[in-house]
């Protein structure tokens, strides 16, 4: 069974701390992205990756940084996590020749205080 | 990359058959069609994906017409559990790393008993 799995179901944090969100995925995917989904406005996406250590943004970046050091996991950093960044984070992966077939992890509900 | 307009949301009962349109008049040659599920605290789920004509199988059918600009998911006897929001998307399997997969905003469908 396929799976995408990332650290934390629920995550609360402080305004101004550095916060890491892992995903790992056990498919061998070569293809990884960040997304945020908010109320109204859909998935929207931050970052991807097509092979380890490389990076592409997405539609929404700023405040957000990606560290993939290793082919099955992918880091997002909220350098300083603020307010406006509650939301709930999904991460995804798919096989290079495969983008529009992703596979998503549970999700991360972070709020930050 | 092709834009996608579908419903905001939509109702109907146990038991009907669904279909859901999608429009994307700017399609490009090589560009499928491909439509996800998500049910609420959880990520989205891909169902379906096609490139012309019909494709069926064990959770839904998607009709795409001749000149593509369409597409219709058809989900056929529907029951509670089919309460979710369903995206359509279109682009490139193989895209540039310049593309963005947009998810947008999905229609809410909601069954009724």
């Known amino acids: 069974d396929v799976k995408v799995t990332q650290s934390s179901r629920y995550l609360v944090k402080r305004t101004g701390e550095k916060v890491f969100l892992e995903c790992v995925q056990d498919?061998?995917?070569?293809?990884m992205f960040w997304y945020r989904q908010d109320p109204g406005l859909g998935l929207r996406l931050i970052y991807f990756?097509?092979?380890?250590?490389?990076?592409e943004k997405g539609d929404i970046p700023e405040g957000y940084s990606v560290s993939r050091e290793k082919k099955e996991r992918f880091s997002l950093i909220l350098e300083s996590a603020s307010t406006n960044q509650t939301s709930m984070y999904l991460c995804?992966?798919?096989?290079?020749?495969?983008?529009?077939?992703?596979?998503f992890g549970p999700g991360t509900r972070l709020t930050v205080l | 990359l092709a834009k996608t307009t579908q419903p905001i949301s939509m109702d109907s009962y146990e038991g009907q058959e669904v279909n859901i349109t999608c429009s994307h008049n700017?399609?490009?040659?090589?560009?499928?069609i491909t439509w996800y599920q998500q049910f609420p605290s959880q990520g989205p789920r891909f169902i379906i994906q096609?490139?012309?004509t019909k494709v069926t199988n064990e959770v839904a059918s998607l009709f795409i017409p001749a000149d593509r600009k369409s597409s219709t998911l058809s989900l056929p006897r529907v029951s509670l559990s089919d309460t979710a929001v369903y995206y359509c998307?279109?682009?490139?399997?193989?895209?540039?790393?310049?593309?963005?997969?947009?998810f947008g905003k999905g229609t809410r469908l909601h069954i009724l008993p």
């Open positions: 995804a992966s798919s096989f290079v020749g495969a983008s529009y077939e992703q596979f």
């Open positions: 498919m061998d995917h070569e293809n």
């Open positions: 990756s097509y092979d380890v250590k490389m990076k």
């Open positions: 700017n399609i490009a040659t090589n560009d499928y």
């Open positions: 096609g490139y012309k």
């Open positions: 998307l279109v682009g490139e399997l193989v895209g540039n790393r310049d593309d963005k997969i947009i």
